[in-house]
């Protein structure tokens, strides 16, 4: 039968997970699968979650809605879930359900797939673009690996304020609205938008204009459809080296794997694949 994976969100119909974990059991040579468990806005969640325990799986996928509500739901978690208040992955561990976020540092994978070492060194000042969940993971994934400069610019200004006091580390950051941040754009050398800005298929819109920025600078979106949004263009377009948001899918769920079978599968080859797929 073989390992048992699933999906647990809101809507999920479309989501690439599957293909992925499919595609990383078949690298890793194991027997598996990895099912779809859309549990609707009105469901009975509890119930779904008894289930789901009960099927004996040997790990989850949590994505919205329902990253924080399935906490109380858990026997344990992570340093990483304690600093982000969300999961993504859970595992059953020696009888115990224990929950993992593995976007922050499946976000620093990603980076790592695709640039130099010079380029991603410690020194880097970085800006994060929004403040929300996926902000949050993105900050504890890069502090943790050595990042020591990342500014936040957000609408709501109280929001980054709160993720910023999330860390006891000694890190420089400065929070700013997004309009003063225009004025900055070129004193960064990696600036990561976070937001939904952008996530439709014919937006035309970016969070910020990047008119600005530093030839050569990392101009990262983690919104990936459509795969190259307005805000990517436009980086490209003055001079930046873009990175793709599915790249963060694609590590998030390399990491989540190697949490369920101690087995690390290359991803990069399948970065292209899922490009593809995606347009
Ligand atoms: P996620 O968990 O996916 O990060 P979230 O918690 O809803 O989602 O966060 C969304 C982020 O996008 C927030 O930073 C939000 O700004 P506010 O903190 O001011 O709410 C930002 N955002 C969403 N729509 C926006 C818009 N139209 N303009 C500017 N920021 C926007």
Known sequence: MGYRFALIGYPIKHSLSPWIHEEFLRKANLQGSYQINEIPLEGNFKEEILKLKEQQVDGFNVTVPYKQKIIPFLDKIDESVEKVGAVNTVAYEKGKWVGYNTDGMGYVRSLESKFSDSLLNKEQRILLLGAGGAARGIFHGLIDNGFRYIDFANRTMDKALSIRNSTAKPIHSNIMTLEEVEKHIHSYDM???TTSVGMNPNSEQSIINLENI???????????QPIKTKFLKLGENYGGRIH????MLLYQAQL???????KKVKADTMDEKLQQILE
């Open 256 to 262: 989540a794997f190697e949490i369920w079978t101690g």
């Open 244 to 247: 793709f948001g599915h790249t």
């Open 191 to 193: 600036i990561i938008q």
């Open 214 to 224: 530093r030839a050569g600078s990392i101009i990262s979106d983690i919104v990936y």
